[in-house]
């Protein structure tokens, strides 16, 4: 399908690809890895024809339909909706389906002449056996699919694009690819923009696609799961492994072992005969010799062995052990906030944090996950209730913004330095310490921050975060700028730190491997599930699996004999006090679940009387009859049906637990 050829191209005096040579089979999954910077986005706007090549060529077969997000998605129109702006993932198909009706319309009205209707009867068949071939016609049910697993709730679909923020607009663009079916499909970092239930949901839609993946990721759960090949751009070459994540992995570490060993004996091939031209490059009789061994210096020079960026720049990660702290790290009691006091963020959460705790904090976006690490930053107040830190708690917070807090024109050293100062200082050969130990040597610490790996940088901003010596680690996406090896450095190092971490990620792996706890943020409610990620997701499962009589069955027959001898201790008055109390906190959920109960059952009645009609017209048609409109409506109303049948099992089996 695609034949890279020898290519190579160069930014200025630096040499982003050369001499790549590699091909793409058609089914091929092929994740693209590499350090941040090595060209991966290079052959990804080589194939769409965005960037051409210095030298050589690529070869694309049998004209493959393409898709691929664009980087900043804008409306056609102000007034263009995001179901509107969602269904013109595929060039043409708007105008091919209003040709379709119009075809339609001169042929069932009679206005064509009788010599140009078979002319025009071809034109349909034609036109709808192609739109039929692109997916047309449940085009629109898979764009709203494909809108819900990513977030959206059917009231957005409506709304102005325009409206979206630029991570939900990458979102919709997601959705639009994803609903083509394109026949190769490039995805450049698409879970950057992702809650974890969203990466989730795409990697189960991506399990199913039939196409040509190429997929530049950092995600290892995303590389694992879906790609079989791995082609691995660094020190600009691309090498292509025929295998999945984890041969890759195991063969990289032979392959530059090989590699290091011929580099060895290429630079002590090259330092001998340095040494003889330098000695005699002015000794006349030597001269003739000299000049031959600076023409093979010359021609090593040509095909000087480059080790990858990975291993030059790998640099290391060592968390200082943290200072002393009380064993209850942090404390809510019914913290609710709002930014406009209007729209409460936070609804009533309490939860506590106990030393020693490592916990992912896990929820769809605009739940409030990054405001509920802000206020235990003590970046943002409460609207209402409490959050208390607990005794000589320091917090160390590294937010999703951190490499635009760092400023981009002052040096490493100075970056460090500010921070050290600012919580006490001390002696220099310390100060250096600090700076060794997150990888930084006397030829990193004068370069500008704005230079800096997307690694580096990661780097950098953890150690300005333990300059400050904090017990409680609060990071918001941490992985965002790293590549696989930064990700891995990273892990490694949280894994073995001592202290407190609640951490935001949409890194499975990484989430898998550090976090022994998970805290669920859900729309009204937060949950804690003591066990790692595994344990979260099998609890899921269960909770999904089973009937809420039986759920009630087994909560009783779990309840322990102390809890039922502590009920039958108290007074009759005292028991009446409490469920009365209990029943008021609970009022206005109930309010609301009765509420949503009601409105689904009737939209599902809504939908089914008008399902009915469009079906009744299939069987009896007229001579009007639009049958793709007509097929088109009932799929739409069948979708419906589904999405407010589920709303209505879920409100009622909450419900049902609560009254």
């Known amino acids: 399908m695609l034949d890279f050829k020898n290519i190579s191209v160069h930014y200025g005096q630096q040499d982003v690809l050369s001499g790549v040579t590699f091909r793409v089979n058609k089914g091929d999954r092929i994740g693209v890895v590499g350090p941040n910077g090595s060209g991966k986005s290079t052959l990804f706007k080589i194939v769409l024809g965005e960037m051409a090549t210095d030298t050589g060529e690529l070869v694309i077969e049998n004209d493959p339909r393409i898709g691929w997000t664009r980087q900043n998605p804008e409306p056609d129109t102000p007034e263009e909706t995001l179901l509107e702006y969602s269904l013109k993932g595929i060039p043409g198909l708007s105008e091919m389906e209003a040709r379709i009706h119009e075809l339609e319309d001169l042929l069932y009205s009679g206005a064509a002449e009788t010599a140009s209707s078979q002319t025009l009867l071809k034109e349909l068949g034609d036109l709808q056996t192609k739109f039929e071939h692109l997916g047309g016609y449940d085009m629109e049910t898979r764009v709203k699919v494909a809108l819900g697993g990513l977030g959206f709730s059917v009231e957005e679909f409506s709304k102005p694009f325009k409206s979206?923020?630029?991570?939900?607009?990458?979102?919709?663009?997601?959705?639009?690819?994803?609903?083509?079916?394109?026949?190769?499909?490039?995805?450049?970092e698409p879970s950057n923009y992702l809650d974890l239930p969203a990466v989730e949901w795409l990697q189960r839609y991506l399990k199913t696609y039939d196409g040509t993946l190429m997929l530049i990721s950092h995600d290892r759960y995303l590389l694992r799961t879906l790609t079989s090949i791995i082609v691995e751009v660094d020190a600009g070459t691309a090498t292509r492994y025929e295998g999945d994540l984890d041969y890759y992995l195991r063969e990289r570490e032979v392959r530059f072992e090989h590699l290091k060993a011929a580099k060895e004996n290429q630079d002590r091939h090259r330092e001998q005969l340095q040494r003889f031209v330098d000695r005699f490059r002015a000794t006349a009789s030597k001269a003739a010799q000299a000049q031959s061994r600076q023409k093979q210096i010359d021609k090593i020079d040509e095909v000087r062995i480059v080790l990858p960026k990975r291993y030059t720049q790998s640099g290391r990660l060592r968390l200082a052990p943290p200072p002393p702290s009380g064993m209850e790290m942090f404390r809510s009691e019914d913290i609710v906030f709002s930014y406009d006091g209007v729209r409460n963020v936070l609804n009533g959460i309490s939860f506590n944090v106990t030393r020693g705790d490592k916990i992912a904090l896990i929820g769809y976006n605009g739940l409030g996950k990054t405001t509920l690490m802000r206020i235990l930053a003590g970046t943002r107040k409460p609207t209402s209730g409490k959050a208390i830190l607990g005794h000589?708690?320091?917090?160390?917070?590294?937010?999703?913004?951190?490499?635009?807090?760092?400023?981009?024109?002052?040096?490493?050293?100075?970056?460090?330095?500010?921070?050290?100062?600012?919580?006490?200082?001390g002696p220099e050969k310390q100060f250096r310490n600090q700076l060794g130990a997150f990888g930084f040597d006397e030829n990193d610490v004068e370069k500008p921050a704005g230079v800096l790996s997307g690694g580096e940088k990661i780097r950098l901003a953890f150690l300005r975060l333990f300059l400050a010596a904090p017990n409680f680690l609060l990071l918001d996406e941490p992985t965002?700028?790293?590549?696989?090896?930064?990700?891995?450095?990273?892990q490694d190092a949280l894994k073995k730190y001592p202290g407190t971490i609640l951490l935001v990620s949409h890194d499975i792996d990484f989430v898998r491997a550090v976090a022994t706890s998970v805290l669920e943020i859900t729309p009204g409610d937060l949950r804690l599930y003591p066990g790692g990620y595994d344990y979260y997701c099998e609890k899921k499962a269960e909770a999904a699996a089973s009937r809420p009589a039986a759920q009630a069955d087994v909560r009783a027959a779990a309840r322990p004999a102390a809890q039922d001898d502590a009920e039958r201790k108290l007074t009759s008055k005292e028991l009446r006090q409490m469920r009365a109390a209990e029943r008021a906190k609970s009022a206005p959920r109930i309010k609301e679940l009765k509420r949503k109960v009601e409105c689904a059952e009737k939209k599902i009645d809504e939908l089914q009387a008008a399902l009915d009609e469009s079906s009744?017209?299939?069987?009896?048609?007229?001579p009007t009859t639009d049958f793709a409109e007509v097929n088109r409506k009932v799929r739409t109303l069948q979708f419906e049906i589904d999405r407010y049948t589920l709303e209505w099992e879920e409100a009622a089996e909450e419900l049902e637990k609560m009254t």
Do not use: C
């Open 164 to 188: 979206f923020s630029g991570g939900w607009r990458m979102r919709a663009e997601l959705s639009r690819v994803l609903a083509s079916k394109p026949d190769l499909l490039l995805l450049d």
């Open 392 to 425: 000589n708690v320091v917090p160390g917070y590294l937010s999703q913004e951190f490499a635009e807090t760092i400023p981009p024109d002052v040096t490493v050293y100075r970056n460090a330095k500010n921070v050290w100062d600012a919580h006490g200082g």
């Open 480 to 490: 965002t700028h790293l590549d696989l090896d930064g990700r891995r450095l990273l």
């Open 616 to 622: 009744a017209e299939l069987f009896n048609p007229t």
